[in-house]
């Protein structure tokens, strides 16, 4: 598709977005921190892609006709939307819903972000060009530097108990990478008790934790610099639970994040965002008793539909999950 131009004037003319012109000092990472300016910028790069993509990949996904039934029947759709951003993913969605569908349909999103500067134009967007959608937006902080998965889960169960609602569709665009991609926790670990770097490495890999070594200046201590990855690790096992508890019978849950390294400090032993997803999806398998029918696994690829470098486009390669819920017979066969 082509990013519309109604939309796309919107975004310049009346919300002030941004185009930054080299390209390279704008790094998507630690968007919760973002201030205005760089939300602007997010809003005038980023949000058409996500936009484009959505709409793409659910255009392949309405070609199953058991989804796409299933939807047409809804007089109400509902989307939850993690890390929503300016909304771009729901929009792209509610977009080419309203193409097939028509416009009569009825839709309740829920978006969840932890950055007011870059939620600030859903609101305006959304009243502009979905009219047949009301929206609700929550505001989950979390810090990836301080935190862990467990406080994430919390926060987030928090929400969703107080929402008391199931979704058709659930959508983590680009959200979970940044979880995993924060800067690295310090710890330190009296020399009296690990007295040799060797020591040290013997108890972390008894907790798999992989580290690296900084010996103190005042040589009592080791600080042992841990990626945050680690300390995260399970948050895309969590949005998979999290789909068996809110997810509506022939619902989608959709993730989606750039393949990008997570431990880009250390270049020794680079793990990727794919591995992880592929990991956990594996953790998932095998431990819960999953409502997931068809898990798309994560891919490693370009979305390649012919935009060339367009604003379109992310030429990056970007690490999918898709996955479907069993309808309720499907449900109780396995029962
Ligand atoms: C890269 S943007 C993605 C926006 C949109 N979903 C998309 O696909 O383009 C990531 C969003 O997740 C939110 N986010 C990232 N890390 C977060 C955190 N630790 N706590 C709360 N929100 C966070 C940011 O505020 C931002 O809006």
């Known amino acids: 598709?082509?990013?519309?131009?109604?939309?796309?004037?919107?975004?310049?003319?009346?919300?002030?977005?941004?185009?930054?012109?080299?390209?390279?000092?704008?790094?998507?990472?630690?968007?919760?921190?973002?201030?205005?300016?760089?939300a602007k910028l997010y809003l005038g790069k980023y949000y058409p892609r996500t936009f484009c993509e959505l709409y793409e990949i659910f255009k392949l996904i309405l070609k199953q006709d058991e989804i796409a039934n299933s939807l047409r029947s809804k007089e109400i759709i509902k989307i939850l939307d993690l890390g929503c951003g300016p909304g771009c993913a729901t929009h792209g969605l509610l977009w080419l819903f309203k193409e097939t569908f028509g416009c009569e349909k009825k839709y309740e999103v829920y978006c969840i972000?932890?950055?007011?500067?870059?939620?600030a134009d859903l609101h305006a967007i959304t009243?502009?060009?979905?009219?047949?959608?009301?929206?609700?937006?929550e505001k989950l902080e979390f810090d990836p530097t301080k935190e862990n998965i467990d406080n994430f889960k919390a926060k987030l169960e928090k929400i969703l108990t107080e929402v008391d609602e199931k979704f058709d569709i659930i959508i983590?665009?680009?959200?979970?990478?940044?979880?995993?991609?924060?800067?690295?926790?310090e710890r330190l670990y009296s020399k009296t008790k690990y007295n040799s770097e060797k020591s040290i490495a013997d108890n972390n890999r008894n907790f798999g934790i992989p580290t690296t070594?900084?010996?103190d200046k005042d040589d009592?201590?080791?600080?042992?610099?841990?990626?945050?990855?680690?300390?995260?690790?399970?948050?895309?096992?969590?949005?998979?639970?999290?789909?068996?508890?809110?997810?509506?019978?022939?619902?989608i849950l959709y993730i989606s994040d750039p393949n990008i390294c997570v431990n880009w400090v250390n270049?020794?032993?680079?793990?990727?965002?794919?591995?992880?997803?592929?990991?956990?999806?594996?953790?998932?398998?095998?431990?819960?008793?999953?409502?997931?029918?068809?898990?798309?696994?994560?891919t490693n690829r370009c979305f390649d539909i012919a935009y060339e470098n367009s604003r379109e486009r992310f030429?990056?390669?970007?690490?999918?999950?898709?996955?479907?819920?069993?309808?309720?017979?499907?449900?109780?066969k396995g029962e």
């Open 315 to 332: 030429t990056k390669h970007e690490a999918f999950i898709s996955a479907f819920s069993t309808s309720d017979s499907e449900r109780r």
């Open 172 to 185: 983590v665009s680009k959200f979970i990478n940044e979880v995993y991609t924060e800067d690295w926790h």
């Open 113 to 119: 972000d932890g950055n007011e500067n870059m939620t």
């Open 127 to 137: 009243e502009r060009f979905f009219p047949n959608t009301s929206l609700r937006l």
């Open 1 to 38: 598709m082509k990013f519309p131009a109604e939309i796309d004037d919107f975004l310049f003319d009346d919300l002030n977005a941004l185009m930054s012109v080299k390209s390279t000092n704008y790094i998507v990472r630690k968007t919760y921190l973002f201030n205005d300016v760089r």
């Open 220 to 251: 009592d201590f080791y600080k042992i610099v841990v990626p945050s990855y680690q300390y995260n690790k399970g948050a895309y096992k969590l949005m998979l639970e999290l789909s068996n508890k809110y997810l509506d019978k022939c619902g």
């Open 267 to 298: 270049n020794d032993n680079d793990i990727y965002i794919n591995e992880l997803m592929k990991e956990e999806i594996q953790e998932y398998l095998n431990h819960v008793d999953t409502i997931l029918q068809l898990l798309i696994e994560p």
């Open 213 to 215: 070594f900084i010996k």
